[in-house]
């Protein structure tokens, strides 16, 4: 039950920018709490790429960061890689559904 | 390093029970710092939090799953599961066993995860 909504795809050329929105309710990023995000490759183990609205873990590039906004945030990939091409998740939890609650995913890919 | 592995059968008879169990290495589940936790994707689908446990047993179940999943955890043996039961065609999914950092002001994030393991119910 996906109360996080994501476009499900976007592209973009090697070395562009691109955005990944994350679209919530009052229920959940609007009621104050973190969005995180996730780096899917295919038959791999999702990779937290950023926590807490902003903060990267050690080793993830500062290609990517996040930011947040009343009920939404957003994912920005600066200079765009090949190896970037992956599914991506937004996570927050939710108060009407006492418990944690991912996107719908979006699909990246390099042109 | 910490490191997660999912352990189980990968083929489950509908209306039947479904139990896996993910060894942790690296680290003391024991930790108060962290909780424990399942999370499945349905094959082309998203990502679902199933529920998670933490090292007194204390549990956290997804609404939609939490009559029919229970998880408890084995400190002695640094291993946590899962069980789900009457299962049908729906709880097919690869399955991970993930270490949550829970106690951060304004939810949990998950920062290790397994490399998830393929249950299929067959009917």
């Known amino acids: 039950q996906s109360v996080l909504t994501q476009p499900p795809s976007v592209s973009g050329a090697p070395g562009q920018r691109v955005t990944i929105s994350c679209t919530g309710s009052s229920s959940n990023i609007g009621a104050g709490f973190n969005i995180h995000w996730y780096q899917h490759l295919p038959g791999a183990a999702p990779k937290l790429l950023i926590y807490?609205?902003?903060n990267r873990p050690s080793g993830v590039p500062d290609r990517f960061s996040g930011s947040k906004s009343g009920t939404s945030a957003s994912l920005a990939i600066t200079g765009l890689q090949a190896e970037d091409e992956a599914d991506y998740y937004c996570?927050?939890?939710?108060?009407?559904?006492?418990?944690?609650?991912f996107g719908t995913g979006t699909k990246v890919t390099v042109l | 390093q910490v490191q997660l592995q999912e352990s189980g059968p990968g083929l489950v008879k509908s209306s039947q029970t479904l139990s896996l169990t993910c060894t942790v290495s690296?680290?003391?589940?024991?930790?108060?710092?962290?909780?424990w936790s399942w999370i499945r994707q349905p094959a082309g689908r998203g990502l679902e939090w199933v529920g998670r446990v933490y090292p007194s047993g204390t549990t956290n179940y997804n609404p939609s799953l939490k009559s029919r999943v229970t998880m408890s955890i084995d400190t002695s043996k640094n291993q946590f599961s899962v069980r789900l039961t009457s299962v049908t065609a729906a709880d097919t999914a690869v399955y991970f066993c993930v270490r949550e950092d829970g106690f951060q002001t304004g939810g949990g994030y998950f920062d290790y995860w397994g490399q998830g393991i393929l249950v299929a119910v067959s009917s």
């Open positions: 996570q927050s939890y939710d108060t009407s559904l006492t418990g944690y609650v």
């Open positions: 807490g609205n902003i």
């Open positions: 690296g680290g003391p589940i024991s930790s108060g710092t962290y909780f």
